[in-house]
């Protein structure tokens, strides 16, 4: 069952963790993202996101067409960056063309909203898009300040990245934020199957786990 499957991956993950979820351009992100939510609903997990080019929108329309009930993720607490098209309940933007990106400034932001939220997971949606349009050396700034994250024990953050642009362009960098993850999934889709495995994990239980998601018992999920 997916529930039985996937709870037993997210269960096991650390508050604090910095989780790198690896996706090519044809496995459906958006379908993880979906799973997550609905996990976080289930076990009353705030859930925040941090919404970067317009990432949010794009995922969240591909769900509508693949009919997936889009209500809660449409009312999600988001941090926008950069983009122009909103959606979710909007706590703070950054001008990517001012803040590129100010590190500083969206932990203010974080901050405010968390001191009275307590513990969320926090997907991050796009990062890719920001290490693209950098400078080499900016988007190995990028990649390091991530590090500054990981042990803040008010969240678990996911950071999707489509490693499909970055193994082409920026390797040296996808390698760096590997080495920076507390954990590293791989989300892959095969058919109407999506696979997600756990390459690296704080957490000895679930090294190298593996569970298979068939596309009916997502719908129910």
């Known amino acids: 069952m997916v529930s039985n499957n996937l709870e037993l991956i997210l269960s096991h993950l650390f508050p604090g963790e910095t989780v790198?979820?690896?996706?090519?351009?044809?496995?459906?992100?958006?379908?993880?993202?979906?799973?997550?939510?609905?996990?976080?609903?289930?076990?009353?997990?705030?859930?925040?996101?941090?919404?970067?080019?317009?990432?949010?929108?794009?995922?969240?329309?591909?769900?509508?067409?693949m009919q997936f009930p889009i209500d809660r993720l449409a009312k999600t607490p988001v941090i926008k960056i950069g983009g122009k098209r909103e959606i979710g309940s909007i706590i703070g933007t950054l001008n990517t063309d001012k803040y590129l990106l100010d590190f500083k400034y969206y932990g203010t932001i974080y901050e405010e909203w968390i001191s009275s939220k307590g513990f969320v997971f926090n997907p991050v949606l796009g990062f890719h898009k920001l290490l693209l349009v950098s400078e080499y050396g900016e988007a190995v700034r990028l990649a390091r300040n991530v590090s500054t994250f990981v042990?803040?024990?008010?969240?678990?953050?996911?950071?999707?990245?489509?490693?499909?642009?970055?193994?082409?362009?920026?390797?040296?960098?996808?390698y760096l934020l590997e080495e920076t993850a507390t954990t590293v999934i791989n989300w892959s889709r095969k058919g109407s199957s999506y696979h997600l495995k756990i390459l690296k994990s704080a957490n000895e239980d679930i090294i190298e786990k593996t569970i298979t998601l068939n596309w009916s018992e997502i719908k129910k999920y």
């Not at 979820?21 to 925040?48: F, T």
């Not at 024990?153 to 390797?171: D, G, Q």
């Open 20 to 65: 790198l979820v690896e996706y090519d351009s044809l496995s459906s992100p958006e379908v993880l993202l979906y799973l997550i939510s609905k996990y976080c609903e289930k076990n009353k997990i705030g859930i925040l996101i941090d919404d970067i080019g317009d990432t949010l929108v794009e995922f969240i329309t591909r769900l509508e067409l």
């Open 151 to 174: 042990g803040k024990k008010s969240r678990t953050a996911f950071y999707f990245m489509n490693t499909s642009l970055l193994n082409r362009h920026l390797l040296e960098v996808l």
